[in-house]
C-alpha cells in the first residue's frame, strides 16, 4: 500500500486535480470551501489500473499554511508536483520542492495543470523549461512532466499510469515489527469516539492491540481499524489508516503524536543528525540558534548545536545535536525539516542518525565526529538487514557474503538481528531461533522481517487472484504456485510450511489456498449438486458414474465436490459418497480380519454391487496400501 503527497503553489489546482482523479474533495473544511483553498491536510485515494489502491495526501500551498503541508508529506512514497501552466514555478514550488529534496522523496510525477487556459504552445514549452530547471539537482530530477486539465479531462489517463510508473518504482514498506503511525488527525465520531488518522510508517497494527502514544505515554486499545473507508482487522505498512482508540478522549491527543506498540519507542530531547542547510538561506546558521523542526507530524522548537564548524554557511552540510525543547518520538533514520521562526522560511533537513545520544557533545571532537559517520554510513546490522531485504529467502552462509563484511562483524549483526526479530528462520521449528553460527553451520534460511513481509503478500496476492479465476477449485497447484513466487523447491516449501503454520494458507499434496478460501455454488449449481446427491444416496454402492455426475452439476462443480471431501473417486469412473465410501472400507477391513481374506466376487456380493465397482474399490484400498493383492484374493497389509 502505498501514499502519494501533493505539492504546489497556491491555487496551482492541486485539490482539483486530486477530485478530478478520484472523484472525491480533499478540501473537508467549511472555511476551505468558502475561500476555495486548502487550509489543512485532505484525503482521497485512487486505484490504479494494476489494482492497487493509492492513499492521496493534499496539502496546502500558501505560504501562511507550511507547517500543515509539512505535517502531510513525512509518510509518502511519491510526489505530486503541481504547477500551473499559466503561472508557472512561483515561491511555494520552489519551497515544496526543497522540502521533498530534504526529506529525499525520489520518485514523483509533475502535473503540469491547466492547460486548457493557455492556447501558446510556446509558452507551454517555456513553462516546462522552467520547471525542469527548477527540478535540477533536485531529488526529483528525473521526474516525468505529464500536461493535464481537470477541467477538460485532457492528461488525465497518462497522468494515473505516470503515477503507476513511479510507485512500482519506489522500494516497498519494511516492516520491523515496530508499527508508528504519526497522528495528522483527531477527532470524535459519535457512536464510536476517539479516531485518530495518519499513514503507517512500518509494522502492522490489529483489531484488540493495546497501543501507547508518544511522547505523551498515554495508552489505549484499538477498537477497530479502516483503511480507505474499509473495515480491516489488520493494517499493514504504507497505508493511511484511521484507528478507532478505546479509554482515551480526542482532547488528549495532539497532532504529532506516534501511535505505536507500547514499550520500545522512546521520546527524546537531544538527537545528533546530519544537517543540509539550503543555498537559498539568507544567513549562515549559527550555532545555539534557534529553529522549528518537523518530523512527521509532529512539530517543535529546538537549538541547534554546530558539532565541526563555527557557522553553517548556505548550501553547505555538518554535524548537529539538536536540543529540543519538548520531547519528539524519533528513531535513527528520521528525515526532518527545519524552518526559521521569524521570518519564517524552510531552511535546511537532515537524517537522525542517534535520536537518544548517551550525552551532550563536546564540539570540534575528532572520534566525536568519526562515530556519527560511522552512524551514517550505517551500522554492521544496518548492512545485514539492508542485503536480507534485497535479497529474499536465502542460506545464511550467503547472507553473510553478501554484506561484505568481516566474518566477526557479520556474525554479531547476525545474532542481534535474530535475537530480536529483524530476521527469521524460515525454516526454522522450536521456541528460539539458532544462533548466528548454529544458522550459518546448518545452512539454514534466513530472511528479513521486511521480505518475508513482502512475500507473504506476493504468496496472497497469487492465491486471491487464482481464487478469483476458479472460484470452484479448492487450491491452486503447487508447481503453478512455485513458478509464480520464483522460488527454489527447497523455499518455496519451507514458505508453504511457515505461511501455514502462521495460518495463511491451507496446504494438500498437490495445492494450496488461503486459509479463507470457500468453494461457493451459486443457487443453481447448488440445486444440480442436491439432485446428485440425492442419487448417490439413493443407489449408494452402484452410483453415477464419473461421466454420468459430470453432465449433471458440470466439470468444476463435480471437482469441487471432490476437493470438499464429499465425494470420493476411487477410479476414473467410479466415484462414492464419503459416507458410503468409509462404510465399504469398514466392511472390507472386517470381513477380511473375520475370514483372513477377501476376492472380487466377494466384494461385488458383499454390496450387492456389479464387478465394475467392487473391483474399483479393491485396485483403490491397493493403492491406499490398506489391502494387498494375492493371487485372487486381497489381504490387509
Known sequence: MRVVGTAGHVDHGKSTLVLALTGMDPDRLKEEKERQMTIDLGFAWLTLPTGERVGIVDVPGHKDFIKNMLAGVGGIDAALLVVAADEGVMPQTREHLAILDLLEVRHGVVALTKVDLVQDEEWLDLVEADVREALEGTSLASAPLVRVSARTGEGLEALVQALTEALAQAAPRRDVARPRLPVDRAFTIAGFGTVVTGTLLDGQLQVGQEVELQPSGLRARIRGLQSYKEKVEVARAGSRVAVNLGGISKDQIARGEVLTTPGWLRPTRLADAWLRYLPSAQDPLKHGQEVEVFCGAAEGMARVRLLDREAL????????????????????????????????????????VQPHPPRMHRRFQAEVLASLEVLLRGSPEDLLLQAADQAGPLPARDLLERTGLGEEDALQAMEALLADGRLLVLDGGGSSPPSAREAVASGRTLVSRSAWTALLERLREALAQYHRQNPLR??????????????????????????????????????????????????????????????????????????????????????????????????????????????????????????????????RDLFNASRKYALALMEHLDERRITRRVGDERVLR
Open 474 to 603: 479448492q487450491g491452486m497447484p503447487r508447481e503453478e504456485l512455485k513458478s509464480r513466487l520464483g522460488l527454489p523447491s527447497r523455499t518455496f516449501q519451507e514458505v508453504l510450511n511457515r505461511a501455514a503454520e502462521a495460518g495463511e494458507v491451507h496446504l494438500s499434496e498437490a495445492a494450496v489456498w488461503l486459509a479463507a478460501h470457500e468453494v461457493r455454488f451459486t443457487p443453481a449449481q447448488q440445486e444440480a449438486v442436491e439432485r446428485l446427491l440425492a442419487e448417490f444416496q439413493a443407489q449408494p454402492y452402484t452410483p453415477p458414474s464419473w461421466a454420468q455426475a459430470a453432465a449433471a452439476v458440470g466439470e468444476d462443480v463435480l471437482g469441487a465436490l471432490v476437493a470438499q471431501g464429499r465425494l470420493v473417486r476411487v477410479s476414473d469412473e467410479v466415484l462414492f459418497l464419503r459416507e458410503t465410501y468409509d462404510e465399504m472400507v469398514a466392511r472390507v477391513v472386517a470381513f477380511i480380519q473375520e475370514h483372513g481374506s477377501i476376492t472380487v466376487a466377494q466384494v
Open 313 to 352: 554557511q548556505p548550501g553547505q552540510a555538518g554535524w548537529v545535536q539538536l536540543r529540543l525543547l519538548t520531547p519528539m518520538a524519533l528513531v535513527r533514520g528520521d528525515r526532518f525539516i527545519i524552518r526559521r521562526p521569524s521570518p519564517s522560511e524552510t531552511i535546511g533537513g537532515g537524517l537522525v
